[in-house]
């Protein structure tokens, strides 16, 4: 099936659309994780955002991290990540897991959110509300690194 | 000699000014003599002790090997999510 899926996008993401690829009669549990834009990181408000990504290394990660997530249980992933311009509130990604039990719903998908950021080449650009901008760094003091002008 | 090309992305493409830079080595280089090239390139002094460079995207430790033809790619630490 649908390792013909695309993860990465460029459009505002369908949450109820990502929901549907994972839909089976037999599967009654459908748990869903959303991480939108905050207003807020580091100290600062922040304005706005823009997603980059090494597309390519993203998608086959992305699908690495879905099928491994299929063979360790019994459940139907899909994500999606949405790179580009984004604004506070947008969703910037979104995990759904269906299994028969909520139990492997929520497993799965607190797995496979924690994996795609640890493991997928994506990056983060936020604008601050005091006119400074930083690249996210989970690695650098305060979690950024500022955009010298 | 061989040139390699190596993809840059976010804050390693504005560090490089480029979405790519061109590095030389000779044909039995490692993932480790890319870093070094790298290093000695303008803006190359702000890279972290141990950076994150994928070939063929798969992350290599600095001793594997790099042959003409792979694609090589330096990664910021990721923030995705």
């Known amino acids: ?149 | 000699m061989t040139r390699h090309v190596v993809r840059l992305f976010a804050r390693y493409a504005e560090l490089f000014g480029n979405d790519q830079v061109d590095v030389m080595l000779p044909s039995s280089a490692t993932v480790a003599d890319v870093i070094a090239a790298l290093r000695e390139l303008p803006g190359g002094g702000s890279l972290p002790a141990s950076p994150f460079v994928v070939v063929n995207m798969v992350k290599e430790q600095p001793a594997a090997p790099v042959k003409a033809g792979d694609e090589i790619a330096l990664l910021p630490p990721l923030a995705g999510g």
Request: charged share 25%.
């Open chain 1, 1 to 149: 099936m649908a390792d013909l899926m695309l993860f990465l996008t460029s459009q505002p993401i369908d949450v109820q659309a990502l929901a549907a690829f994972v839909h089976a009669p037999d599967r009654g549990g459908v748990v869903t994780f959303a991480g939108l834009v905050r207003d807020h990181h580091a100290g600062r408000r922040v304005l706005s955002l823009s997603y980059s990504a090494y597309e390519p290394m993203a998608e086959k990660v992305c699908g690495e991290i879905r099928r491994e997530a299929e063979s360790r249980w019994p459940a139907t992933v899909a994500m999606t990540h949405r790179l580009g311009d984004l604004a506070i509130g947008d969703v910037a990604v979104a995990v759904v897991v269906a299994a028969g039990h909520r139990d492997v719903a929520f497993e799965a998908c607190r797995w496979v959110i924690d994996e795609l950021k640890r493991r997928v080449p994506i990056w983060k650009r936020e604008r601050y509300a005091d006119g400074t901008e930083a690249w996210v760094d989970p690695t650098a003091p305060q979690g950024i690194v500022e955009v010298m002008k």
